[in-house]
């Protein structure tokens, strides 16, 4: 056993499942490894560090979350970007975040985060402060790490989606369009789509040219399929697109006249075959409900290093899952980077292989 630790928690960035299940290995791990633990909850992620918004936890806040989705301390958005400049008031968000730190005498911080959290992690580790990042999004679009938690809960709840719009679009002769969340990467709507048997899948790593996935459609038609199911990434670009500088991109984007890439998608459809589309948006559902099992797993193993790597005073670190294994990877190393889908890699080489349309 060892004395006294005192660390800070808080969850930053877009919720997703297993944030309480991470939450509760850092706590359970601690808990049964030193004499005496103080947990202190940053209330909505960095903005509870900014402005001294906390609860002092104790272990039993941290029963019977497990399979709680969303998270205990709540979470917001604080652009990367925004940190070093004032808040209204002229406030210095990073000196503010040293001094609540140091005020509150901690050992570490633990930083539960996608990428731009992952970034101001890094930052505070520049700034002195001992942390500690581990990795959720839905996106899996966290460097470094196989796989981040709540990837393969979300991938659960679209490909639901995805299984549910079969057997209607079946009985319609329809081309059903599912949109799948994942930023700007096609991490989710690969994993989904190729699990509920979409026939096309599009994702913004690789751009599609919009014939191609008429001529997609048109194969399915002529084989006598009468239906056809798009996996859209929210992110999915047309090679037109790709082409276009930022500047002009940007542009398109101000005038845009579709709630998304899907309905400009689907009236083209139309427009080229006259066969009826539709569109589906699971949005925020994929972020939400209880933790799949692979994900209670994955974090109760990421909370368990974490928490051995406090005892160590190992500070600075991402907590990752790398070829199969826990390990912790310096977040000088992988903060700012993206994990993104290789169109070369073996699982679209398989995935077209048998058939599925990429529209590229
Ligand atoms: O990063 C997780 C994510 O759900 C993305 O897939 C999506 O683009 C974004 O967050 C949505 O953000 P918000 O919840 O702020 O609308």
């Known amino acids: ?28 791990g601690l808990s049964e490894n030193t004499e005496e633990l103080e947990v202190y909850g940053f209330l909505n ?22 399979t709680k989705g969303g998270t205990i301390l709540g979470s917001s958005r ?25 005020k509150l005498n901690l050992n570490c911080l633990v930083i539960l985060g996608g990428n731009g959290t992952q970034k101001t992690a890094n930052l505070l580790r520049e700034e002195g402060l ?37 057997t209607t679009a079946a009985s319609h002769n329809r081309v059903f369009i599912v949109e799948v969340m994942g930023h700007k990467v096609g991490w989710l709507t690969l994993y989904a789509g190729m699990a509920s048997g979409a026939d096309i899948i599009l994702l913004p790593e690789i751009p599609y040219d919009i014939d191609k996935v008429i001529e997609a459609i048109d194969k399915r038609t ?51 075959t006259g066969i009826e589309v539709r569109v589906t948006v699971p949005g925020h559902t994929q972020r939400g409900g209880s933790p799949c099992p692979y994900d209670r797993v994955l974090c109760t193993r990421l909370g368990a290093e974490g928490a051995r790597a406090i005892m160590e005073e190992d500070y600075g ?40 349309s990429f529209g590229d």
């Not at 630790?5 to 850092?26: E, F, H, P």
């Not at 470094?144 to 549910?164: K, P, R, W």
């Open 317 to 356: 670190n991402m907590i990752a899952m790398v070829n199969g294994k826990i390990k912790r990877v310096p977040l000088g190393d992988v903060a700012g980077k993206l994990k993104t889908v290789d169109p070369d890699s073996q699982i679209i080489k398989q995935a077209k292989y048998v058939g599925i």
């Open 45 to 66: 992620g960095y903005k509870g560090l900014i402005y001294g918004n906390y609860k002092l936890l104790t272990s039993a806040d941290f029963s019977g979350i497990l």
């Open 78 to 102: 604080q652009p990367f970007k925004l940190m070093r400049v004032p808040d209204e008031n002229g406030l210095d968000k990073v000196e503010a975040m040293k001094q609540n730190y140091y």
């Open 222 to 272: 002529k084989a006598g399929k009468g239906f056809t199911i798009l996996a859209v990434a929210e992110g999915a670009i047309s090679k037109k697109d790709a082409e276009l500088s930022k500047k002009e991109y940007k542009k398109k984007l101000e005038n845009y006249k579709y709630p998304s890439v899907s309905y400009e998608i689907a009236d083209l459809i139309k427009e080229k």
């Open 130 to 166: 001992n942390v500690i990042h581990l990795p959720k999004t839905i996106d899996n679009d966290i460097y470094g790490t196989d796989v981040t938690f709540g990837f393969q809960s979300a991938i659960n709840i679209a490909c639901e989606a995805i299984d549910c719009i079969h």
């Open 1 to 28: 056993m060892n004395d006294m630790k005192r660390i800070g928690l808080l969850t930053s960035g877009g919720d997703c499942q297993a944030l309480n299940a991470a939450m509760r290995g850092v706590v359970k």
